[in-house]
């Protein structure tokens, strides 16, 4: 069973930073992909950072890239930290981490591919 578990969300002002983690069990034989996803009040998910872990390749979104930085932690390779600097009120929302089998860009994933889902912790940028 793959098991994902979000953590460090929170309020901070534009500009502040944050560090999210995603703690994942069970998935090394089972997904070769962790992304994290973002939903915005009225708008729909949308893939902001991945990484895979046979490579250690890493993507991000055009809104987040030179801001946030996803790695594993090296002390612990099962946690994925999300590093969001510069945040700004636009990446308010609520952030998930996601685990699956993916082929091709993460960041455009099929419905089928980012199977696994943590239960997401908020961000909120205030001005």
């Known amino acids: 069973q793959v098991r994902l578990v979000e953590s460090g969300g929170g309020s901070v002002q534009t500009g502040g930073s944050l560090r999210l983690s995603c703690a994942a069990s069970?998935?090394?034989?089972?997904?070769?992909?962790i992304g994290w996803f973002r939903q915005a009040p009225g708008k729909k998910r949308e893939a902001i950072a991945a990484?895979?872990?046979?490579?250690?390749?890493?993507?991000y979104a055009e809104t987040v890239k030179g801001r946030f930085n996803l790695s594993q932690d090296s002390a612990d390779n099962a946690v994925f930290l999300l590093q969001m600097d510069s945040l700004k009120p636009e990446d308010t929302g609520m952030y998930y981490c996601?685990?699956?089998?993916?082929?091709?860009?993460?960041?455009?994933?099929?419905?089928?591919?980012?199977?696994?889902w943590g239960q997401g912790t908020q961000v909120t940028v205030s001005s």
């Open positions: 069970g998935h090394k034989f089972r997904t070769n992909c």
């Open positions: 996601a685990a699956g089998v993916v082929a091709g860009n993460p960041l455009t994933p099929l419905d089928n591919e980012f199977v696994y």
């Open positions: 990484i895979y872990t046979t490579n250690s390749n890493t993507y």
